[in-house]
């Protein structure tokens, strides 16, 4: 097989953080998706463990601070179009935060909200709506 075969994959880290009943978004501050709500994610380093990323990103874009042990996988996203930019991967990670847990806008994000998950928007960024609907189920099966 030739290179030009082989499509470039990019690996991505997203969180789904829940504080009680809710759950956290960001709103995105630029393209793809600019203005839409999304999971707070992002790119995962050279040389980085995507549950590091995780946990990195979550900081940056929202100020929560949580150990990256803490961090739950719930699946991996890798269909083709989930991205306009091109292929990605992403590891989804849950993790639950104490009812106390403030969280403010950083890096990626323009704005941050506490959703209900019994309220969430018709349209999220990406496929993150799927990503939730998988965490919902986890979260239903652990209680």
């Given at each position: 097989m030739s290179?030009?075969?082989?499509?470039?994959?990019?690996?991505?880290?997203?969180?789904v953080c829940v504080r009680g009943q809710h759950?956290?978004?960001?709103?995105?501050?630029?393209?793809?998706?600019?203005?839409?709500l999304a999971l707070p994610g992002g790119h995962v380093d050279p040389g980085e463990k995507a549950l590091d990323?995780?946990?990195?990103?979550?900081?940056?874009?929202?100020?929560?601070?949580?150990?990256?042990?803490?961090?739950?996988?719930?699946?991996?996203?890798?269909?083709?179009?989930?991205?306009p930019r091109g292929r990605y991967v992403s590891a989804?990670?849950?993790?639950?935060?104490?009812?106390?847990?403030?969280?403010?806008?950083?890096?990626d994000a323009a704005a941050v909200r506490w959703v209900p998950l019994t309220d969430l928007p018709e349209h999220l960024a990406f496929d993150h709506a799927q990503i939730l609907a998988a965490a919902r189920r986890h979260l239903l099966a652990a209680r």
């Amino acid at each position: 097989m030739s290179n030009d075969t082989f499509e470039t994959i990019r690996y991505t880290a997203d969180v789904v953080c829940v504080r009680g009943q809710h759950v956290l978004l960001i709103e995105r501050g630029w393209p793809p998706h600019q203005g839409l709500l999304a999971l707070p994610g992002g790119h995962v380093d050279p040389g980085e463990k995507a549950l590091d990323a995780a946990a990195r990103e979550l900081r940056e874009e929202t100020g929560v601070r949580v150990a990256a042990t803490d961090l739950t996988l719930i699946g991996l996203y890798g269909e083709p179009g989930r991205d306009p930019r091109g292929r990605y991967v992403s590891a989804a990670y849950l993790v639950e935060v104490p009812e106390i847990t403030q969280a403010l806008a950083g890096d990626d994000a323009a704005a941050v909200r506490w959703v209900p998950l019994t309220d969430l928007p018709e349209h999220l960024a990406f496929d993150h709506a799927q990503i939730l609907a998988a965490a919902r189920r986890h979260l239903l099966a652990a209680r």
